[in-house]
C-alpha cells in the first residue's frame, strides 16, 4: 500500500458511544443491551399495583422493593459478576474498517456520537477509525483490543504510528492502553477530549450513596422519555413521608449491587484520592478478591498517570487536551458545587488545574502553578476562575467556560483545535495559532 500523508486517528469514545448487544450462548443477537432500552410507560405501568397500595395505607408497603426489582431487571444487559466479567453474553458492534468502508448508515452514527468531520475533510475519512468497545468491561481487556486494532490499522495504512483520540470515559481506558502497550511506542499524538484522566465525583458521590434528593428528575429524564419523565416528576411529589428516601435507596442499592460494585470500567473513572476507602468497603472479601486485582491494577496506573504521560513524551509522543469548566456536577450528587463540564470536574481533564469555588475567583495573590515554563504567559482565565498553570500540561491544554459535557462535540472552536493536532504536526501548543487561544466560550453547533 502507499504510505499515508496524515497519520490514522482512532477514536477511543465515551460511555455512552459504543452500542453492545446481548445475546445467547450461540452468540445470536437477542436486543441490544447498551445503551438501555428503556420503556418509561412500561416501568408505569409496572408500578401501579405497588403505588395504590403505597397510596392506600400512606407508607412504604412494600413499593421500594418494587422499584429497586424493576431497576435490578433494567440493568440485567449491563450486570456484572463478582469477579468483574458480565453476568450475559454481549457482542460489541464493531467497525473494523475505516470510515471511508464503512456503509452510510455506519457512517452517520460514528459522525453522530462524535461530529469529526472537519478532521476527516482534511485527512480523508480512510484515515478515521472508531474503536467500539464494552463500555462495563474491563479496562485491560479493552486495552488488549485496542492494541490489536491499532497494529490493524498500522497495516492496512501501511504506517509507524497512529493518533488517538480519547473521549470522556476513553481517557481512562487509554491510561490502560499505555500503561500496557505503551512501551511499544505506536502512538504519535494524543488528543484528550473531555477525557476522565483522573475519574469523576459524580462517581464518587454514587459509591457513597451521596445523593439528592430533591433532584432526581434529571436522572429519570436520562433513561426514560420525557413524558414517563414527566409522570415520575408527579409521582415523586404524591409520595408519603420518607418512601422518596426509601426509593432512592433502594434504587441506588440496585444499580450499586448489579453494576457499579462489581464493573471494572466504573471503578477507572473514580478519582484516584476515594480508590482506598470505597475498595476496602466494597472489594475486601474474599468473592472480590479476582476484581480487586484488577481494580487495583489500574488505580496504580491512573496514580502514575504523569510518569506514564512522561515516559511516552520521552519517546516522542505528544499529549494535548480540552477541559471545560464553570457549570455544576449534575445536581443529583452531594459534590454538585464543582468547576465541571456537568459530569467530570476540571482537575480531571486538566491533570489538576486549579479551580476556584463557584462563583468565587482565584486570589489576585495566590502562588503561581509549577507545571508552565512560559513565564510571561498568564494561564489564568479571562473570568480569573482557572489557573491552567497548575495543570499538568499547561501549554497544552484547552478550556472552555460553561461548556457541557456532551455538547462540547458541537463546540467549533475545539472541533478546530481537535483538528489541527491531529492533522498539523506544525501546531505545537497554546501558542500555535492565536485564533485558538487557551481559554474559550461554550458553543453548540447544533443551534
Same mark, same amino acid.
Given at each position: 500500500? +502507499?504510505?499515508?500523508?496524515?497519520?490514522?486517528?482512532?477514536?477511543?469514545?465515551?460511555?455512552?458511544?459504543?452500542?453492545?448487544?446481548?445475546?445467547? /450462548?450461540?452468540?445470536?443477537?437477542?436486543?441490544?443491551?447498551?445503551?438501555?432500552?428503556?420503556?418509561?410507560?412500561?416501568?408505569?405501568?409496572?408500578?401501579?399495583?405497588? =403505588?395504590?397500595?403505597?397510596?392506600?395505607?400512606?407508607?412504604?408497603?412494600?413499593?421500594?422493593?418494587?422499584?429497586?426489582?424493576?431497576?435490578?431487571?433494567?440493568?440485567?444487559?449491563?450486570?456484572?459478576?463478582?469477579?468483574?466479567?458480565? /453476568?450475559?453474553?454481549? &457482542?460489541?458492534?464493531?467497525?473494523?474498517?475505516?470510515?471511508?468502508?464503512?456503509?452510510?448508515?455506519?457512517?452517520?452514527?460514528?459522525?453522530?456520537?462524535?461530529?469529526?468531520?472537519?478532521?476527516?475533510?482534511?485527512?480523508?475519512?480512510?484515515?478515521?477509525?472508531?474503536?467500539?468497545?464494552?463500555?462495563?468491561?474491563?479496562?485491560?481487556?479493552?486495552?488488549?483490543?485496542?492494541?490489536?486494532?491499532?497494529?490493524?490499522?498500522?497495516?492496512?495504512?501501511?504506517?509507524?504510528?497512529?493518533?488517538?483520540? $480519547?473521549?470522556?470515559?476513553?481517557? !481512562? =481506558?487509554?491510561?490502560?492502553?499505555?500503561?500496557?502497550?505503551?512501551? /511499544?511506542?505506536?502512538?504519535? &499524538?494524543?488528543?484528550?477530549?473531555?477525557? !476522565?484522566?483522573?475519574?469523576?465525583?459524580?462517581?464518587?458521590?454514587?459509591?457513597?450513596?451521596?445523593?439528592?434528593?430533591?433532584?432526581?428528575?434529571?436522572?429519570?429524564?436520562?433513561?426514560?422519555?420525557?413524558?414517563?419523565?414527566?409522570? !415520575?416528576?408527579?409521582?415523586?411529589?404524591?409520595?408519603?413521608?420518607?418512601?422518596?428516601?426509601?426509593?432512592?435507596?433502594? !434504587?441506588?442499592?440496585?444499580?450499586?449491587?448489579?453494576?457499579?460494585?462489581?464493573? $471494572?470500567?466504573?471503578?477507572?473513572?473514580?478519582?484516584?484520592?476515594?480508590?482506598?476507602?470505597?475498595?476496602?468497603?466494597?472489594?475486601?472479601?474474599?468473592?472480590?478478591?479476582?476484581?480487586?486485582?484488577?481494580?487495583?491494577?489500574?488505580?496504580?496506573?491512573?496514580?502514575?498517570?504523569?510518569?506514564?504521560?512522561?515516559?511516552?513524551?520521552?519517546?516522542?509522543?505528544?499529549?494535548?487536551?480540552?477541559?471545560?469548566?464553570? +457549570?455544576? +456536577?449534575?445536581?443529583?450528587?452531594?459534590?454538585?458545587?464543582?468547576?465541571?463540564?456537568?459530569?467530570?470536574?476540571?482537575?480531571?481533564?486538566?491533570?489538576?488545574?486549579?479551580?476556584?469555588? =463557584?462563583?468565587?475567583?482565584?486570589?489576585?495573590?495566590?502562588?503561581?502553578?509549577?507545571?508552565?515554563?512560559?513565564?510571561?504567559?498568564?494561564?489564568?482565565?479571562?473570568?480569573?476562575?482557572?489557573?491552567?498553570?497548575?495543570?499538568?500540561? $499547561?501549554?497544552?491544554?484547552?478550556?472552555?467556560?460553561?461548556?457541557?459535557?456532551?455538547?462540547?462535540?458541537?463546540?467549533?472552536?475545539?472541533?478546530?483545535?481537535?483538528?489541527?493536532?491531529?492533522?498539523?504536526?506544525?501546531?505545537?501548543?497554546?501558542?500555535?495559532?492565536?485564533?485558538?487561544?487557551?481559554?474559550?466560550?461554550?458553543?453548540?453547533?447544533?443551534?
Amino acid at each position: 500500500m +502507499l504510505e499515508t500523508k496524515y497519520t490514522p486517528c482512532i477514536i477511543l469514545p465515551g460511555i455512552g458511544q459504543s452500542k453492545v448487544a446481548s445475546v445467547d /450462548k450461540d452468540g445470536n443477537k437477542i436486543k441490544m443491551a447498551w445503551p438501555l432500552d428503556v420503556n418509561g410507560e412500561e416501568i408505569l405501568g409496572s408500578l401501579k399495583a405497588s =403505588l395504590m397500595k403505597m397510596m392506600v395505607f400512606r407508607k412504604d408497603a412494600g413499593f421500594s422493593d418494587k422499584v429497586k426489582s424493576i431497576v435490578k431487571d433494567i440493568l440485567q444487559p449491563i450486570a456484572v459478576n463478582d469477579d468483574g466479567t458480565m /453476568k450475559n453474553g454481549v &457482542r460489541v458492534v464493531k467497525y473494523n474498517q475505516s470510515l471511508a468502508q464503512c456503509n452510510e448508515k455506519q457512517k452517520n452514527y460514528i459522525y453522530k456520537m462524535v461530529p469529526m468531520q472537519r478532521l476527516s475533510a482534511i485527512i480523508g475519512e480512510e484515515n478515521l477509525y472508531f474503536f467500539a468497545y464494552n463500555s462495563f468491561g474491563e479496562p485491560y481487556e479493552t486495552a488488549k483490543d485496542l492494541d490489536e486494532f491499532i497494529q490493524k490499522v498500522k497495516k492496512e495504512r501501511n504506517c509507524e504510528k497512529v493518533n488517538l483520540v $480519547p473521549v470522556s470515559l476513553g481517557g !481512562a =481506558l487509554s491510561t490502560a492502553y499505555f500503561d500496557a502497550y505503551g512501551h /511499544k511506542n505506536d502512538v504519535e &499524538r494524543v488528543m484528550y477530549f473531555v477525557a !476522565a484522566l483522573e475519574g469523576t465525583r459524580l462517581i464518587a458521590d454514587v459509591y457513597r450513596k451521596n445523593i439528592r434528593l430533591g433532584e432526581l428528575t434529571p436522572v429519570i429524564e436520562m433513561f426514560a422519555s420525557k413524558s414517563a419523565a414527566e409522570k !415520575a416528576r408527579s409521582l415523586l411529589k404524591m409520595l408519603p413521608d420518607g418512601v422518596i428516601e426509601n426509593v432512592v435507596d433502594k !434504587a441506588i442499592d440496585a444499580l450499586l449491587e448489579e453494576v457499579a460494585i462489581n464493573c $471494572p470500567s466504573l471503578w477507572s473513572v473514580l478519582p484516584p484520592e476515594d480508590y482506598e476507602e470505597l475498595s476496602a468497603k466494597y472489594l475486601s472479601d474474599k468473592k472480590h478478591a479476582v476484581l480487586r486485582e484488577k481494580t487495583d491494577r489500574f488505580y496504580n496506573a491512573q496514580s502514575n498517570i504523569r510518569k506514564i504521560i512522561d515516559e511516552r513524551k520521552a519517546n516522542g509522543t505528544e499529549f494535548f487536551s480540552i477541559a471545560c469548566y464553570g +457549570l455544576e +456536577l449534575v445536581p443529583v450528587i452531594q459534590s454538585f458545587r464543582t468547576s465541571s463540564d456537568t459530569i467530570i470536574n476540571i482537575e480531571s481533564p486538566s491533570l489538576g488545574a486549579k479551580a476556584a469555588p =463557584l462563583g468565587e475567583k482565584l486570589p489576585t495573590d495566590h502562588c503561581r502553578g509549577t507545571y508552565c515554563t512560559n513565564e510571561a504567559h498568564s494561564h489564568i482565565s479571562p473570568d480569573g476562575t482557572i489557573d491552567a498553570s497548575y495543570g499538568y500540561m $499547561p501549554e497544552h491544554t484547552w478550556y472552555f467556560l460553561n461548556q457541557q459535557h456532551d455538547a462540547t462535540a458541537y463546540n467549533d472552536t475545539a472541533l478546530n483545535i481537535a483538528a489541527k493536532v491531529l492533522s498539523d504536526k506544525n501546531f505545537k501548543d497554546i501558542y500555535s495559532d492565536e485564533s485558538l487561544p487557551q481559554f474559550g466560550i461554550a458553543h453548540d453547533n447544533r443551534h
